[in-house]
């Protein structure tokens, strides 16, 4: 029997968002979320009943399972990422709108802070994610990394320093957030200089991710003159009709797509009315996430 027809009331079907979530943001891989979510049920149904009647918090047993699960995924995918062609962004996700209403929820899987968590050891983002997205019990979070709650702490005080040195500054409300993305798109779609050097920040820097399989390229892009130079390749693949403003990763971002080179997922960072940097994602293998809306919760 698989998650998706067990008995409604249990605890794994109640919690699956959760795990999802949960190995989402450990791994920044939506697909081998979705594995590790799959193993974990797995390893949930095959305890004898008398077994799971033992456990006394099945929420905590999930999420301990998931995020062990996660960090031996996550030295597979260290060793994917030596060998990966060009920058390394996460896979974008399809959300619904109301993952914005839960502010920090919305922030912690947005593309940017994905990003920031890539910078992280594999244990110091478990225990980052687990803490501060989650609020999960130190000691909770010291079983599911097998360290000791005092160890937790100080991991917990030291990814979070590291992490407030690097991630976006300004909380922006969503509908500025969707207001600075359609005058992007709009430029973009028109090849607008001035609606572009209006939108962009001065120091904007453009990440794309292309994998080898999709043409991007394969540093950061710096600066304001540099970053218009590159995206006046993009106005008549922005024609098409399926190019739009649509929830990424909890905040409105783009897809534009070129019948040609195929489609490209953009997230942006916005500070000040202004895009600080442009998320480009097109590596073919990693925008299955983008089909149907993925379920996130906390």
Same mark, same amino acid.
């Given at each position: 029997m698989s998650p998706g027809v067990a008995d409604s009331e249990d605890p794994f079907v109640t919690h699956r968002s959760l795990l999802f979530?949960?190995?989402?943001?450990?791994?920044?891989?939506?697909?081998?979320?979705e594995d590790l979510v799959q193993e974990a049920w797995l390893r949930w149904a095959g305890l004898a009943p008398d077994a799971r009647a033992e456990v006394r918090d099945p929420r905590?047993?999930?999420?301990?399972?998931?995020?062990?699960?996660?960090?031996?995924?996550?030295?597979?995918?260290a060793r994917?990422?030596?060998?990966?062609?060009?920058?390394?962004?996460?896979?974008?996700? =399809?959300?619904?709108?109301?993952?914005? /209403?839960? #502010?920090?929820? +919305?922030?912690?899987?947005?593309? *940017?802070?994905?990003?920031?968590?890539?910078?992280l050891t594999p244990v110091e983002r478990a225990v980052f994610v687990l803490r501060e997205v989650f609020d999960t019990p130190y000691e909770e979070i010291a079983q599911a990394v097998d360290k000791t709650?005092?160890?937790v702490r100080q991991i917990v005080s030291r990814s979070r320093s590291h992490v407030a040195a690097r991630r976006p500054r300004v909380h922006v409300d969503?509908?500025?957030?969707?207001?600075?993305?359609?005058?992007?798109?709009?430029?973009?779609?028109?090849?607008?200089?001035?609606? =572009?050097?209006?939108?962009?920040?001065? /120091?904007? #820097?453009?990440? +794309?991710?292309?994998?080898?399989? *999709?043409?991007?390229?394969?540093?950061?892009v710096l600066g304001l003159k540099k970053v218009i130079n590159l995206l006046k390749s993009f106005p008549k693949a922005a024609v098409n009709p399926r190019s739009a403003v649509l929830w990424l990763n909890g905040l409105p971002g783009l897809r534009i797509d070129d019948e040609v080179a195929?489609?490209?997922?953009?997230?942006?960072?916005?500070?000040?009315?202004?895009?600080?940097?442009?998320f480009a994602m097109r590596n073919p293998e990693k925008l299955g996430g983008v089909e149907d809306v993925v379920p996130l919760a906390r």
């Open positions: 979530t949960v190995a989402y943001e450990v791994l920044g891989s939506a697909a081998d979320a905590a047993y999930l999420v301990r399972t998931v995020t062990r699960l996660a960090l031996n995924r996550l030295r597979t995918l994917r990422k030596e060998d990966y062609i060009g920058e390394w962004l996460p896979e974008p996700l =399809l959300t619904v709108p109301d993952v914005a /209403d839960d #502010v920090e929820l +919305a922030e912690s899987v947005s593309i *940017a802070m994905l990003t920031v968590l890539e910078s709650p005092a160890a969503r509908s500025e957030q969707r207001e600075v993305v359609e005058r992007f798109l709009a430029a973009v779609s028109t090849g607008d200089v001035q609606g =572009l050097m209006d939108v962009l920040a001065p /120091d904007v #820097v453009l990440i +794309a991710d292309g994998g080898g399989l *999709a043409q991007a390229v394969k540093v950061p195929g489609p490209t997922l953009i997230s942006v960072a916005v500070e000040d009315g202004r895009i600080t940097r442009i």
